[in-house]
């Protein structure tokens, strides 16, 4: 999930294994200021881990008149991955607004979350390299800070913020993989 433009549908092309089933169209909307094309529907692509396991990898529509298939999606969701867009002024709200989204529509449920923060090398200003003020581990605290506030009660145990490239498959590979690793330690440890 992630505010129009954060990167989801190139998360997802740069990650899947299959073709991604893509959904772009003209947008019609709001949106048609930010891109000429966005994504109505959802994108769909699939990660094969070996042996047999696949990762579904569902990207959420991000257009506000779509709200309703988010709880379809989230109703099978094992794990969520927010991308906020570094570049915009709006990006902790934008963070807040998901979580708080979630939080909502999850309800008792609890699920692994991982934030992807991306458009980081357009931001020079607010680069979380560089300066020292302006370091990794300072800008992405402002995340991890605003998490902590907000305690979000359906997420299960830590949840990471990674700065992410959606265009770079390590990253996007690195950023699936958290949640994937928590899955299994719950899947092999349960709660203890
Ligand atoms: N410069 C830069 N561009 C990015 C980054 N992540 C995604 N993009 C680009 O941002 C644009 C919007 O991404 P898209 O996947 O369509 O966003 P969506 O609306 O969330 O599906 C695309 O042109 C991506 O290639 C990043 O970290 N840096
Ligand atoms: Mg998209």
């Not at 998360?11 to 019609?28: F, Y």
């Not at 696949?54 to 529509?61: D, E, F, T, W």
């Not at 458009?119 to 003020?133: F, N």
């Amino acid at each position: 999930m992630g505010p129009v433009g954060a990167g989801k549908t190139d998360a997802i092309r740069t990650l899947s294994d299959i073709e991604v089933a893509g959904t772009e169209a003209s947008a019609t909307d709001e949106t048609t200021r930010l891109k000429p094309l966005t994504t109505v529907a959802m994108d769909v692509g699939v990660l094969e881990l070996g042996a047999g396991d696949k990762v579904r990898l569902i990207g959420a529509p991000g257009q506000t008149r779509f709200d309703f298939m988010w709880d379809i999606l989230l109703e099978q969701a094992k794990a969520v991955i927010i991308l906020v867009d570094h570049s915009r002024a709006s990006r902790l709200t934008d963070l807040e607004y998901f979580v708080r989204l979630l939080t909502i529509r999850l309800g008792r449920r609890r699920v692994p979350l991982a934030v992807g923060v991306t458009h980081v090398d357009e931001s020079p200003s607010e680069s979380l390299s560089g300066s020292l003020s302006g370091s990794l581990s300072g800008s992405l605290s402002e995340y991890r800070a605003s998490l902590r506030r907000l305690q979000p009660s359906f997420v299960r145990g830590i949840a990471p913020v990674m700065r992410v490239d959606a265009r770079v498959i390590d990253d996007v590979r690195a950023l699936v993989l958290s949640v994937a690793a928590m899955l299994e330690m719950e899947h092999r440890f349960g709660n203890r």
